[in-house]
């Protein structure tokens, strides 16, 4: 069975503080992404990577870093979190190239700044 | 670049009733389309996609969604609501770049209620 985890299901931080967010995949998926979820947005694509040490910028990734060191680790970075990157984060992945594949998701880590 | 549209934020069912989300892309070459549920505090689950061929697509729970190019539409359909449906339900929709992977454009989402 598919699994993608993420390190935490809840998480608070406090303004300014740099925070982790873990996901680990067991399928030996090529492909990982990094999405936030907001009431009335939906899910916005931050970060994916098609590889080790590649990372591809989705369409919000200002504030955020990734960091795939591994096949089956992907890691969202806040460098100095705000209020405003208050959310749920949810980490998907997917084999394969040209992302035709199904995406699996994790549970999400839903993050409050204070 | 592409985009989903969801018209409906909110729709309220009768269990047993039957139903559809409308969901509708914009994207120049044929899409791949998806439809995926969220169940309170879970993460997303597959419903259904669509990549070519046969244009009803089934999916798992007994869903089925419609492709219609000329519509742009990719509407999600199911006969008979149970109370188990009630969910989020998101459309979304990747390109193919020939590279790597591409992610997701979501639209924003349809919350279905079911009512007894």
């Known amino acids: 069975d598919v699994k993608v985890t993420q390190s935490s299901r809840y998480l608070v931080k406090r303004t300014g503080e740099k925070v982790f967010l873990e996901c680990v995949q067991d399928?030996?998926?090529?492909?990982m992404f990094w999405y936030r979820q907001d009431p009335g947005l939906g899910l916005r694509l931050i970060y994916f990577s098609y590889d080790v040490k590649m990372k591809e910028k989705g369409d919000i990734p200002e504030g955020y870093s990734v960091s795939r060191e591994k096949k089956e680790r992907f890691s969202l970075i806040l460098e100095s979190a705000s209020t405003n990157q208050t959310s749920m984060y949810l980490c998907?992945?997917?084999?394969?190239?040209?992302?035709?594949?199904?995406?699996?998701f994790g549970p999400g880590t839903r993050l409050t700044v204070t | 670049a592409q985009s989903v549209t969801q018209p409906d934020i909110h729709i309220t069912v009768s269990e047993g009733a039957s139903l559809e989300l409308r969901c509708n892309y914009s994207?120049?070459?044929?899409?791949?389309l998806f439809w995926y549920v969220q169940s309170p505090g879970q993460g997303l689950q597959l419903l259904l996609k669509y990549f070519s061929g046969d244009t009803l697509v089934q999916g798992i729970k007994g869903f089925e969604a419609e492709f219609k190019r000329s519509q742009s539409s990719f509407n999600l359909r199911k006969p008979s609501v149970h109370w188990s449906d009630a969910a989020e339900y998101f459309c979304a929709v990747v390109g193919y770049s020939g590279g790597g992977a591409d992610g997701l454009t979501f639209g924003k989402g349809t919350h279905l209620i079911i009512q007894p």
């Open positions: 998907a992945s997917s084999k394969g190239a040209g992302g035709i594949y199904e995406q699996y």
């Open positions: 399928m030996d998926h090529e492909n």
């Open positions: 994207y120049g070459a044929t899409p791949y």
